[in-house]
């Protein structure tokens, strides 16, 4: 399972040096990937076919009169490339380099030599598209013997699919560095899958030891969370060491990432027809009743899913905006009464959308459910006020008892982010001492995190293998203590009740309504959370669906206790009440910090008055 990535960097910086070498003053700096990405993933599969070219070729040459397809036979073990996609073309690549004079021409033959499955990925790189620019600026020849050279190691048998999923991300952070683009998505860092892929397959290996499983990444970019999580289940030497056959599949929208992921689906023998094309929210390119076992994911967030919004407007009642059934579901007011609501998080971020998919595409407990990893920012946890969709996701998951932990990572761990992430895990089929259950794990301290010795963009720490190890640690042995906090799923929720204060005229006297009763003063309006759970003896159960008349007593302690010391003529609305979920993970973690003493304080301004006095007269002097 383990990546030297400081093994790849000198293949990486080679690569890279085709842009300063070939593409400067002929492409601009943020067109740069539209040539090195697909040339890449072409040398890689010419390297794969390579071996087999002459009987592929021989193959084609003697059947194509005869038969309509030679797919069967052209990627068959015994007259094939023995993989799933081949090319018919005379030409290799270093073959095309013999006749410089029409090489043009020649790469074009070779590029329409490729299998159907290959010409997809060719058509979402757009890299016909370049081919005119080549032979425009005369580089072709340049471009084509710089990728022939030994110095770039390509072929798969040397570098594996987890090893070029890490190439190409950090080949596109790359990138992104340059033009400052795609800010909203963070590839996911190697050892992050190795954590996430732990903590799926772990707690229950026992049972994935033989039979046939499923594996979903929505947002699959390189695939690297697909392949890196079979390697571990499948490893003979692992700690699960399955002989089951596992399924990979996933969905990607961006062109680019698309083909990463199919080229390297193709080259490991995985079916490539269960990545596809287009956007899951509103293009979900599967069969809608197709479920998972396991699902990982890193999805992004902060990011526009406007456009998903607008295609998904198709179809509409007056009771939801959205005719989804992944999207339409049923929470509790605060009446304890179930109501269909259509949960759509705000259009300028997506994250908690796509944790809402994966959720509608868990397999039934009594077929064994499913298990998620979801990488999150601090906003799926807080963001969304009660009533709000953001909030009613959170609520569906806990009012469902569907998640087990969430573990906060380091900060600069991510290559083009420092901001606090978190993994979520959930689970229709919990473990008994889970049921009810939430675990916290705070793995943002140093104990879980090394320092790198070179940066990569914003990755300034990674986690090594003890690290994982103490996670996992913490997670199996569901223990509270400085790292791990446990609560019941109803800790996190709450009432949000409106406080009203009386409007007052110029005497101070209260005005009335025509009832008599007083006006509420809009500017003396004030909102406050009430906690589902309280020390009283009217606390919300933690398993049992609270009654109305429970729910009001809770809030009418709360507001004896918080509100009318302090405003004795408030009111609330009893029949306006809304529900809200959050979870503060800092609150749940927070240590205190002891002010400073004044004499301390008082010591560094003296010191600071004599050095600054001293720069004072010299510059005086």
Not at 327 to 336: A, E, S
Not at 473 to 483: H, K
Request: include cysteine; glycine fraction near 6%; charged fraction near 25%.
């Amino acid at each position: 399972m383990s990546l030297n990535t400081q093994n790849l960097q000198p293949i990486i910086n080679f690569i890279w040096t085709v842009a300063d070498d070939i593409l400067i003053n002929k492409y601009l700096e943020n067109q740069y990937q539209d040539v090195i990405l697909p040339m890449t993933v072409l040398r890689r599969l010419d390297l794969a076919l390579e071996p087999t070219k002459d009987k592929v070729l021989k193959t084609y040459n003697d059947f194509k009169s005869k038969l309509d397809n030679l797919s069967g036979l052209l990627t068959s073990e015994q007259h094939g490339s023995r993989l799933a996609f081949y090319n018919t073309s005379p030409y290799t690549m270093k073959k095309l380099l013999a006749d410089p004079k029409n090489i043009d021409a020649n790469f074009l033959d070779y590029l329409n030599g490729f299998s159907e499955n290959v010409q997809d990925i060719i058509s979402k790189f757009k890299f016909r598209n370049q081919l005119e620019r080549f032979a425009e600026t005369g580089i072709t020849f340049s471009l084509i013997e710089k990728f022939c050279n030994q110095k770039v190691e390509l072929s798969p048998d040397k570098i594996s699919p987890m090893a070029m999923g890490y190439m190409f991300e950090d080949l596109i952070r790359r990138f992104n560095e340059k033009t400052n683009a795609a800010a909203g998505r963070h590839f996911t860092p190697r050892e992050i899958i190795e954590l996430m892929t732990h903590l799926v397959y772990l707690p229950v290996k026992e049972n994935i030891r033989k039979g046939t499983f499923l594996v979903y990444d929505p947002c699959v970019g390189s695939g690297a969370m697909l392949t890196q999580s079979k390697l571990f289940a499948t490893d003979p030497e692992g700690d699960i060491r399955s002989t089951a056959t596992f399924h990979l599949y996933g969905q990607e929208n961006t062109g680019e990432m698309y083909a990463t992921c199919k080229s390297d689906m193709l080259l490991k023998g995985e079916d490539p027809d269960k990545i596809k094309f287009g956007s899951t929210l509103s293009e979900y390119g599967f069969d809608p009743d197709l479920k998972f076992n396991f699902m990982l994911t890193n999805p992004p967030y902060g990011t526009s899913w406007k456009e998903d919004i607008n295609k998904l407007n198709v179809g509409t009642d007056k009771k939801v905006s959205i005719v989804d059934k992944r999207f339409n579901l049923k929470i509790k007011d605060f009446k304890g009464e179930a109501e269909e609501t259509c949960l759509t998080s705000r259009s300028n971020d997506g994250q908690l959308m796509f944790l809402l998919h994966m959720l509608s595409k868990m397999k039934d407990p009594k077929d064994g459910g499913s298990r998620i990893a979801s990488v999150h920012n601090g906003s799926a946890l807080f963001t969304g006020d009660a009533g709000s969709s953001e909030s009613g996701i959170r609520q569906y998951i806990l009012e469902n008892d569907l998640l087990e932990c969430i573990i906060q990572l380091p900060n600069d761990i991510f290559y083009n982010t420092g901001i606090t992430t978190y993994v979520w895990l959930l689970s229709n089929v919990k473990e008994e001492r889970r049921k009810g259950k939430v675990q916290l794990i705070n793995a943002s301290s140093e104990e879980f995190y090394k320092k790198m010795r070179k940066n990569l963009g914003s990755k300034r720490v990674e986690l090594a293998s003890d690290h994982i190890q103490k996670i996992q640690e913490l997670y199996f042995s569901f223990e509270e203590n400085a790292y791990s906090k446990i609560f019941d799923n109803a800790d996190f929720g709450y009432y949000q009740i409106t406080v009203h204060q009386p409007e007052r005229d110029e005497k101070g006297r209260p005005v009335t309504d025509a009832k008599g009763k007083p006006k509420s003063d809009p500017d003396l309006k004030d909102i406050e959370n009430v906690p589902m759970r309280v020390e009283t003896g009217h606390a919300l159960s933690p398993t049992k669906t609270p009654s109305k008349n429970n729910v009001i007593q809770i809030c009418d302690d709360y507001f004896q206790r918080e509100v009318l010391p302090f405003a004795p003529d408030a009111w609330y609305d009893k029949t306006k009440m809304k529900v809200g979920y959050e979870i503060a993970f800092n609150k749940y973690f927070y240590q205190y910090q002891p002010l400073r003493s004044l004499d301390a304080i008082a010591a560094d301004i003296l010191q600071l008055e004599q050095e600054t006095d001293g720069l004072l007269k010299e510059i005086v002097a």
